[in-house]
């Protein structure tokens, strides 16, 4: 915005340039023009071009206005000037977008860190902002809110508009303008108007009923995009950690950051342990970019978290950001055709060339017919007579003849069929939306109905995902619920630094005594630290206070496990601690604690006896856990970017129940009646694997590991090319399978010609989402990475909704075919009664009318009433044919 004042006086002007978006009350102008004057007298008898500092008085009821410089010259003053909040009066959001813009680490040291710039904000990378409703609305009129400018969307004209530029549509309005015209002349207005009119009636309606369809299906694209864009983050307010909508960050925000996590606004690095993250999406560099306090501590918008955790402060959100100028300029396109409709458009494509040929025919047999003299009118008459007819007769007996085979060539063309598709699918979208399937891209509704074989996750899919920690073992002794308080001192201590140190989950209690405890992170992470507080009586606060953190190495579905480095301020001792998978933190181990915290030697007997205990608790369905605890010597220490991996202490063991759901016994029966496939890909052991498969009715009771339908990640890896290609139909479980082996898992299954659907929630599944035919990804437990890297997304993590997906594409398969069926019939009929009444009697029995009417029914009510059947249960009897 431009504020110029011509001060004749002066014979000078000045020029003060604000941004955009500021608006100013009378009263704020009064003040503005009264702080111009006084810069310009300062200046009125400079003669030479200079820059010089000048202040500008601020008023304490609005924005204070801060220039940075003064151009002068004789004839113009441009004076610089900064919008500032009052209440956030140290910076300024072009500041706060610059700095992280050109990850200046000078200019973020000049504003204090990352402390001082939350100070600035009024917040603190501890607590985060205070976030009551008053908070939060001062923000979003300081710097914003998280939201894009979006392009307009397409009006309801512009559809009507697409749908007049049909080849069919303008043949159409053309004979119907000519039989208008021609009917009017030869019967007079009264009755002349009955064809040409019809058929204007009959084409607006097609139109309209065309253009409404398109037109709602674009619009649900725009509801679906909402909902797929409405990111749920975890952000710490008032100290404590909830979940919050993208939409509603505001700056100042301290935000949780994980593996797999869009980061959702710009921002800087408050901590954070291996954090990388992957800014393909805005430079092009498929390098991962490591962040860390020191060098790098800037966070982009849409990026995404590649590997670590860390929390983030909030500097920029919604069009103040890199990704929101990019995401402003960018709409999605909803006009994404499927390879049904594509094939359907051949189809209709190879109709009317039939239909264009039949009428050709009957034009040239009805012309010869005319012009032979043949036909006669209602009299008797010969209708030409050579020279004797009119010119009049000739031409409206032409256009009648044209008309009748135009109207052929329209009713040959089954145009409902394209419309019938969109509906189809349109519908299916709108009812799997209700029942937990939100589709990502269109063509997914039909492929579904094609699918021979799922590969499911087992936690969070088929299983509750709400995890409780049901057995403890200390080193390789059991200890009940009821003896747990009798644990040594020492091993309690080390126990509390494993679970409270290690984990990126958190405890949070308020102030209140009445109030329980809360618990934030992954469901196993919150078992475990739910089980350490309440029955080991953990102190979180107390621990972190107690202790450094020196290192971290983040769990992942390739290691399986996570670990530790840390610093006692007490005494300067460095301990190291690992958790994870027990077989694999067990092997690591050469010495275990016992119940009274000595240390003693692991020799094979004990660890067969470790091995045991692994087994028991996995064939009881629980996921097994191990810790591992050692005391890093002075030399090891000096190390701090790398954790030891070996000569560990095992401290112990704890077996986590994540129960089935309810109904997906009945899901994977449905499936497998069906005639489709059911394969669980698992991270969890072989024993674990096996008997959530059996619970679940993927695997037979007395079905055994040796007959090929359970195996493990690494041996199928392993296997050649040509032995895992035979032995892939008849897997069911795989267990401590990785990323890769679910890839090529995929990979093998459409080599020998299935249909491939996929479930995954992690980064990692990424890659086996995008290979197989319709990727699912999960709702709740799924990164970002996942969820666009898949055709659908299951929103409450069922496979219940999986077997519903199922249902809905066979559906939509169902509902075409019975369409084309009806139409087909109608229109091959309607093709043979004219050709051959022309052919033999010199007339088409069908006017052009009828036959308009006939095919403007078949359009819009047959599509609606054929388009939009629900699925039945005996859909999901009828086994897919490959």
Same mark, same amino acid.
């Given at each position: 915005?431009?504020?110029?004042?011509?001060?004749?006086?002066?014979?000078?002007?000045?020029?003060?340039?604000?941004?955009?978006?500021?608006?100013?009350?009378?009263?704020?102008?009064?003040?503005?023009?009264?702080?111009?004057?006084?810069?310009?007298?300062?200046?009125?008898?400079?003669?030479?071009?200079?820059?010089?500092?000048?202040?500008?008085?601020?008023?304490?009821?609005?924005?204070?206005?801060?220039?940075?410089?003064?151009?002068?010259?004789?004839?113009?003053?441009?004076?610089?000037?900064?919008?500032?909040?009052?209440?956030?009066?140290?910076?300024?959001?072009?500041?706060?977008?610059?700095?992280?813009?050109?990850?200046?680490?000078?200019?973020?040291?000049?504003?204090?860190?990352?402390?001082?710039?939350?100070?600035?904000?009024?917040?603190?990378?501890?607590?985060?902002?205070?976030?009551?409703?008053?908070?939060?609305?001062?923000?979003?009129?300081?710097?914003?809110?998280?939201?894009?400018?979006?392009? =307009?969307?397409?009006?309801?004209?512009?559809?009507?508009?697409?749908?007049?530029?049909?080849?069919?549509?303008?043949?159409?309005?053309?004979?119907?303008?000519?039989?208008?015209?021609?009917?009017?002349?030869?019967?007079? =207005?009264?009755?002349?108007?009955?064809?040409?009119?019809?058929?204007?009636?009959?084409?607006?309606?097609?139109?309209?009923?065309?253009?409404?369809?398109?037109?709602?299906?674009?619009?649900?694209?725009?509801?679906?995009?909402?909902?797929?864009?409405?990111?749920?983050?975890?952000?710490?307010?008032?100290?404590?950690?909830?979940?919050?909508?993208?939409?509603?960050?505001?700056?100042?925000?301290?935000?949780?950051?994980?593996?797999?996590?869009?980061? =959702?606004?710009?921002?800087?690095?408050?901590?954070?342990?291996?954090?990388?993250?992957?800014?393909?999406?805005?430079?092009?560099?498929?390098?991962?970019?490591?962040?860390?306090?020191?060098?790098?501590?800037?966070?982009?918008?849409?990026?995404?978290?590649?590997?670590?955790?860390?929390?983030?402060?909030?500097?920029?959100?919604?069009?103040?950001?890199?990704?929101?100028?990019? /995401?402003?300029?960018?709409?999605?396109?909803?006009?994404?055709?499927?390879?049904?409709?594509?094939?359907?458009?051949?189809?209709?494509?190879?109709?009317?060339?039939?239909?264009?040929?039949?009428?050709?025919?009957?034009?040239?047999?009805?012309?010869?017919?005319?012009?032979?003299?043949?036909?006669?009118?209602?009299?008797?008459?010969?209708?030409?007579?050579?020279?004797?007819?009119?010119?009049?007769?000739?031409?409206?007996?032409?256009?009648?003849?044209?008309?009748?085979?135009?109207?052929?060539?329209?009713?040959?063309?089954?145009?409902?069929?394209?419309?019938?598709?969109?509906?189809?699918?349109?519908?299916?979208?709108?009812? /799997?939306?209700?029942?937990?399937?939100?589709?990502?891209?269109?063509?997914?509704?039909?492929?579904?109905?094609?699918?021979?074989?799922?590969?499911?996750?087992?936690?969070?899919?088929?299983?509750?995902?709400?995890?409780?920690?049901?057995?403890?073992?200390?080193?390789?002794?059991?200890?009940?619920?009821?003896?747990?308080?009798?644990?040594?001192?020492?091993?309690?201590?080390?126990?509390?630094?494993?679970?409270?140190?290690?984990?990126?989950?958190?405890?949070?209690?308020?102030?209140?005594?009445?109030?329980?405890?809360?618990?934030?992170?992954?469901?196993?992470?919150?078992?475990?630290?739910?089980?350490?507080?309440?029955?080991?009586? /953990?102190?979180?606060?107390?621990?972190?206070?107690?202790?450094?953190?020196?290192?971290?190495?983040?769990?992942?579905?390739?290691?399986?496990?996570?670990?530790?480095?840390?610093?006692?301020?007490?005494?300067?001792?460095?301990?190291?601690?690992?958790?994870?998978?027990?077989?694999?933190?067990?092997?690591?181990?050469?010495?275990?604690?016992?119940?009274?915290?000595?240390?003693?030697?692991?020799?094979?007997?004990?660890?067969?006896?470790?091995?045991?205990?692994?087994?028991? /608790?996995?064939?009881?369905?629980?996921?097994?856990?191990?810790?591992?605890?050692?005391?890093?010597?002075?030399?090891?220490?000096?190390?701090?970017?790398?954790?030891?991996?070996?000569?560990?202490?095992?401290?112990?063991?704890?077996?986590?129940?994540?129960?089935?759901?309810?109904?997906?016994?009945?899901?994977?029966?449905?499936?497998?009646?069906?005639?489709?496939?059911?394969?669980?890909?698992?991270?969890?052991?072989?024993?674990?694997?096996?008997?959530?498969?059996?619970?679940?009715?993927?695997?037979?009771?007395?079905?055994?590991?040796?007959?090929?339908?359970?195996?493990?990640?690494?041996?199928?890896?392993?296997?050649?090319?040509?032995?895992?290609?035979?032995?892939?139909?008849?897997?069911?479980?795989?267990?401590?399978?990785?990323?890769?082996?679910?890839?090529?898992?995929?990979?093998?299954?459409?080599?020998?010609?299935?249909?491939?659907?996929?479930?995954?929630?992690?980064?990692?599944?990424?890659?086996?989402?995008?290979?197989?035919?319709?990727?699912?990804?999960?709702?709740?437990?799924?990164?970002?990475?996942?969820?666009?890297?898949?055709?659908?997304?299951?929103?409450?993590?069922?496979?219940?909704?999986?077997?519903?997906?199922?249902?809905?594409?066979?559906?939509?398969?169902?509902?075409?075919?019975?369409?084309?069926?009806?139409?087909?019939?109608?229109?091959?009929?309607?093709?043979?009664?004219?050709?051959?009444?022309?052919?033999?009697?010199?007339?088409?029995?069908?006017?052009?009318?009828?036959?308009?009417?006939?095919?403007?029914?078949?359009?819009?009510?047959?599509?609606?009433?054929?388009?939009?059947?629900?699925?039945?249960?005996?859909?999901?009897?009828?086994?897919?044919?490959?």
């Amino acid at each position: 915005m431009m504020f110029q004042a011509n001060l004749h006086y002066l014979c000078m002007n000045i020029t003060i340039d604000l941004p955009a978006e500021v608006e100013f009350s009378n009263k704020k102008r009064w003040h503005l023009a009264f702080a111009t004057i006084y810069c310009s007298r300062a200046f009125k008898n400079k003669a030479s071009t200079k820059v010089l500092p000048v202040l500008v008085p601020s008023y304490s009821y609005g924005a204070a206005y801060n220039p940075r410089n003064v151009h002068v010259s004789t004839d113009t003053i441009a004076i610089d000037v900064v919008q500032q909040h009052p209440l956030f009066s140290g910076i300024d959001q072009s500041s706060l977008a610059k700095l992280v813009k050109d990850k200046s680490v000078d200019k973020l040291a000049n504003l204090g860190g990352v402390q001082g710039v939350a100070a600035s904000l009024k917040s603190d990378t501890t607590n985060g902002i205070n976030g009551d409703p008053e908070d939060v609305a001062r923000r979003h009129e300081a710097f914003g809110s998280n939201t894009y400018r979006k392009l =307009p969307t397409k009006s309801f004209f512009i559809f009507v508009w697409e749908s007049f530029k049909d080849l069919t549509i303008i043949i159409l309005l053309l004979c119907a303008a000519l039989s208008l015209g021609f009917g009017i002349k030869e019967h007079g =207005p009264k009755e002349g108007w009955y064809d040409g009119g019809s058929i204007f009636v009959a084409v607006f309606l097609v139109i309209a009923v065309s253009s409404i369809s398109n037109f709602r299906q674009n619009r649900q694209f725009d509801k679906l995009s909402k909902v797929s864009k409405n990111i749920p983050v975890e952000a710490v307010r008032k100290g404590r950690r909830q979940h919050i909508s993208i939409f509603e960050i505001v700056v100042g925000d301290v935000i949780c950051l994980k593996i797999g996590d869009q980061v =959702p606004a710009d921002g800087i690095l408050v901590e954070g342990h291996s954090l990388q993250v992957d800014e393909s999406s805005m430079t092009g560099e498929s390098d991962h970019v490591e962040i860390n306090l020191s060098q790098n501590p800037f966070l982009i918008s849409g990026t995404k978290v590649a590997d670590g955790y860390g929390m983030m402060l909030v500097t920029s959100v919604g069009m103040n950001t890199t990704w929101g100028e990019m /995401m402003s300029n960018i709409s999605s396109d909803s006009n994404e055709q499927t390879p049904l409709q594509e094939r359907l458009n051949k189809l209709t494509s190879s109709i009317g060339k039939v239909g264009l040929l039949v009428a050709f025919l009957v034009l040239v047999v009805l012309l010869v017919r005319y012009f032979t003299g043949n036909t006669k009118d209602e009299k008797g008459n010969k209708e030409f007579n050579g020279s004797k007819t009119s010119s009049d007769d000739v031409i409206n007996a032409v256009v009648g003849i044209v008309a009748a085979a135009v109207t052929i060539v329209v009713v040959a063309i089954p145009e409902g069929l394209p419309l019938a598709v969109t509906l189809t699918l349109a519908y299916s979208m709108k009812r /799997m939306m209700a029942d937990h399937a939100m589709v990502r891209k269109l063509s997914a509704c039909e492929t579904m109905g094609s699918a021979t074989t799922i590969c499911t996750d087992k936690t969070g899919t088929l299983t509750l995902n709400k995890m409780t920690v049901t057995k403890f073992f200390l080193g390789k002794e059991n200890v009940k619920a009821e003896s747990q308080t009798s644990i040594s001192a020492k091993n309690l201590e080390l126990f509390h630094q494993g679970v409270g140190l290690n984990t990126t989950g958190s405890v949070f209690k308020s102030s209140d005594p009445c109030s329980s405890f809360e618990f934030s992170g992954s469901p196993t992470e919150k078992a475990i630290l739910s089980w350490a507080v309440k029955e080991l009586n /953990m102190d979180m606060d107390q621990v972190k206070r107690n202790f450094n953190i020196l290192h971290v190495e983040a769990f992942n579905s390739e290691k399986k496990k996570s670990g530790v480095l840390i610093k006692n301020i007490t005494d300067g001792t460095i301990h190291a601690h690992w958790k994870g998978a027990a077989e694999m933190v067990s092997k690591m181990c050469s010495h275990y604690y016992d119940l009274e915290g000595n240390v003693k030697p692991l020799d094979e007997s004990d660890k067969k006896e470790c091995e045991g205990i692994i087994e028991g /608790m996995s064939a009881s369905s629980l996921r097994c856990i191990a810790f591992a605890h050692m005391q890093v010597s002075k030399d090891e220490s000096d190390d701090h970017e790398q954790i030891p991996d070996n000569s560990f202490v095992l401290l112990g063991f704890v077996g986590l129940k994540d129960p089935c759901r309810p109904g997906v016994k009945k899901a994977v029966e449905d499936c497998q009646n069906a005639g489709v496939n059911i394969k669980m890909i698992t991270g969890d052991n072989v024993f674990t694997a096996k008997a959530i498969a059996t619970e679940c009715g993927i695997l037979h009771p007395n079905q055994e590991v040796d007959d090929g339908a359970v195996i493990v990640g690494e041996e199928f890896r392993n296997l050649t090319d040509e032995v895992r290609m035979q032995r892939v139909e008849k897997i069911r479980v795989m267990a401590r399978s990785s990323p890769f082996d679910k890839l090529l898992m995929v990979q093998c299954l459409r080599k020998r010609g299935h249909v491939v659907a996929v479930t995954g929630d992690g980064t990692n599944d990424a890659p086996a989402l995008k290979e197989s035919d319709i990727g699912l990804s999960m709702g709740i437990q799924g990164t970002e990475v996942a969820k666009e890297s898949s055709d659908i997304v299951i929103l409450d993590d069922n496979f219940a909704s999986v077997a519903t997906v199922l249902k809905w594409g066979r559906c939509v398969y169902n509902n075409i075919q019975k369409f084309i069926q009806f139409q087909l019939t109608v229109n091959v009929a309607a093709l043979v009664i004219n050709f051959v009444a022309a052919v033999s009697a010199g007339e088409v029995p069908l006017t052009a009318v009828q036959l308009l009417w006939v095919n403007l029914i078949m359009d819009t009510l047959g599509a609606l009433a054929l388009a939009t059947e629900k699925p039945t249960e005996e859909l999901m009897q009828e086994e897919t044919s490959r």
